[in-house]
């Protein structure tokens, strides 16, 4: 007759896959007797009129009914009033040799580029100056460039 293949080593490992089935059926079993009562219901959160999270559902008789059309999504876009057509502004840097510079505007401090074939006269740094927009491949850019 032959011999069991079960070694000690195999014995060894079905015991420990045993007794670890075991300890989490025993775990499983004790999370079930000690879960908190409510479930679900004990862990959804409400607002309450002022943006603070509670945990009391919220009073019916404080609803407010909103109008859908007072609701504004976007911003307004920018009409013709609002941007002024010719700007000022103070060169801030110019390279003659290379043709390009950059105008720094009085109001809002951005600068914008501006190559030679934007300009009505020449200019150099620290002309104060006259200046359009158009959008260019990587910004924008001042065009009708004029000394004041």
């Given at each position: ?14 015991k ?35 943006g ?19 609701i ?77």
């Open positions: 007759m032959a011999q069991s293949q079960d070694t000690f080593n195999k014995k060894e490992k079905e420990k896959r045993l007794k670890k089935r075991q300890d989490k059926q025993a775990k499983r079993e004790e999370r079930k007797a000690n879960a908190s009562e409510g479930g679900l219901d004990s862990m959804i959160a409400y607002v309450d009129e002022f603070n999270l509670t945990d009391t559902p919220p009073d019916p008789t404080k609803k407010v009914k909103v109008n859908l059309d007072d504004e999504i976007s911003v307004r876009k920018k009409t013709e009033e609002d941007v002024p057509a010719v700007r000022t502004g103070r060169v801030e840097f110019y390279n003659d040799a290379k043709g390009f510079g950059f105008i720094k505007e009085q109001d809002s401090q951005e600068k914008y580029f501006v190559h030679v074939s934007g300009l009505l006269q020449p200019i150099k740094e620290g002309d104060l100056v006259t200046f359009e927009l158009q959008r260019g491949t990587k910004g924008m850019n001042a065009f009708n460039v004029n000394k004041v």
